[in-house]
C-alpha cells in the first residue's frame, strides 16, 4: 500500500511540474489546425513543454478577423515524453456579409523523428496528420468541393540558431504539406480543377529577441482546387511569452482570395495556456 501512494504521488508531481525542463519559447505556439507551430504553419517542435519523463497539455483560442470573414478557433493538445503529441482544434467561420457560419474539427496527431530545436546539429524534425471533417457542408457543395471531410499529412524541419543575428536567436521552419484541402478544409476537399493530393510548401522565420519576444513572418502555399482564385497565405506575428503557462501572439495576416472574395486581409490575435 505505501508503495503504491508513493508510486502516486511521484506521477502526480510529475505531472504537476510537467515542462520544466525546456527552455521557455521551444514549445512554440498552436497553429490554426491545432499543431504546435507558429500560427500558420505546423512545426517539429511539440506543443508542450514535456521531457522525455513528462506529460503536458495545453488549450488555446484564436480569432482571425477579415474584411468578410472572421474565423474563431478553439482547440487543446497534449504532448507525451516529448515524443508525440494530439490535438483537436474546433473551427467556426462566420460569414459576416452573407450571414451563416461554417464548422469542422481538425484531429491531429505529430512525432518527433528526429534531433531537437536547439541541441541537434541537424534540425528537428516531426511527420503529423491533420484529420478534417466538415459539418456544414452546404457552402462546400454549393462551390463544387468533391469531398466533406479529408486527411493532410506533413513533415516539418525546425531549427533554432543561437545568436545568429546580431545576437540574437533565429528560428526558421520548413514544412512540406499533402493536401486536397479548399481553405482549410473548410470549402471541403478537392474540386473540379483536381481532386489528388498535391505537396504544399509552407515557411516561418523569426527572431528571439529574448526570452519572452519574438517576432517573423509565415507563409503557406495553397492549392486552387475549385478554381475560385485560392491564394497563398501570408502573416507577420509579433509573440508574447511572459512564462511557460501562457503566450500571446498578434500578426497580420493576408489570405487573400476566400471564395471569390478578394482582400481578405486583417488581424490575427491567438492566447495560449499550458495546463501542466
Known amino acids: 500500500m505505501k508503495k503504491l501512494i508513493s508510486s502516486t504521488l511521484i506521477f502526480c508531481t510529475s505531472l504537476a511540474w510537467a515542462g520544466d525542463g525546456k527552455l521557455i519559447g ?40 477579415l474584411e468578410d470573414y472572421r474565423l474563431n478557433v478553439l482547440g487543446a493538445s497534449v504532448s507525451l515524453y516529448d515524443r508525440a503529441e494530439f490535438s483537436v482544434a474546433r473551427h467556426v467561420f462566420d460569414l459576416t456579409t452573407l450571414g451563416g457560419e461554417i464548422a469542422q474539427t481538425v484531429y491531429g496527431a505529430k512525432f518527433k523523428l528526429y534531433g531537437d530545436v536547439i541541441y541537434s546539429d541537424w534540425p528537428q524534425l516531426s511527420a503529423g496528420v491533420q484529420y478534417k471533417d466538415l459539418e456544414d457542408t452546404a457552402v462546400a457543395n454549393l462551390v463544387g468541393s468533391k469531398d466533406t471531410s479529408g486527411t493532410d499529412v506533413y513533415l516539418a524541419a525546425t531549427k533554432v540558431h543561437l545568436g545568429a543575428v546580431g545576437g540574437y536567436n533565429l528560428v526558421w521552419n520548413l514544412t512540406g504539406r499533402l493536401t486536397k484541402a479548399n481553405q482549410l478544409g473548410l470549402l471541403g476537399f478537392g474540386g473540379p480543377q483536381n481532386s489528388d493530393y498535391e505537396l504544399m510548401l509552407e515557411g516561418s522565420l523569426g527572431l528571439l529577441f529574448s526570452r519572452h519576444f519574438a517576432a517573423g513572418v509565415e507563409y503557406r502555399q495553397k492549392p486552387d482546387n475549385l478554381d475560385l482564385g485560392e491564394d497563398d497565405w501570408i502573416d507577420v506575428f509579433v509573440t508574447y511569452i511572459p512564462s511557460k503557462k501562457v503566450n500571446f501572439t498578434l500578426a497580420w495576416a493576408d489570405l487573400g482570395s476566400i471564395a471569390g472574395a478578394t482582400g481578405q486581409k486583417g488581424l490575427y490575435f491567438s492566447v495560449g495556456g499550458q495546463l501542466w
Open 26 to 65: 521551444t514549445a512554440g505556439l498552436n497553429q490554426l489546425e491545432g499543431s504546435g507551430g507558429g500560427g500558420i504553419v505546423p512545426w517539429a517542435t511539440l506543443s508542450g513543454y514535456d521531457t522525455r519523463d513528462e506529460i503536458s497539455a495545453n488549450a488555446f483560442i484564436t480569432q482571425v478577423n
